[in-house]
């Protein structure tokens, strides 16, 4: 699994999409740059510049790197 950082661009990931019920909506579709990640707690939250009406900050475990790996997509 690719190391989500400050400049990365992400995604949701599969596995959450899924697991919510979003696989086809704006938000499997949505894509952004992590410009900060901020520990609370036990989570890391990222805050993310993205391309269309998400939620800013968003936990990083629900996100993947955009590209070819298994998180990103199922190939």
Wanted: hydrophobic letters at 40%.
């Amino acid at each position: 699994m690719k190391k989500i950082d400050v400049g990365s661009r992400v995604a949701y990931s599969v596995k959450f999409l899924k697991s919510t019920g979003m696989s086809h909506t704006d938000a499997a579709r949505a894509r952004g740059i992590v410009r900060e990640i901020q520990p609370l707690g036990s989570l890391l939250l990222a805050r993310i510049d993205w391309d269309r009406d998400m939620p800013e900050r968003v936990n990083v475990s629900n996100l993947a790197i955009v590209g070819a790996n298994s998180q990103f997509c199922n190939c």
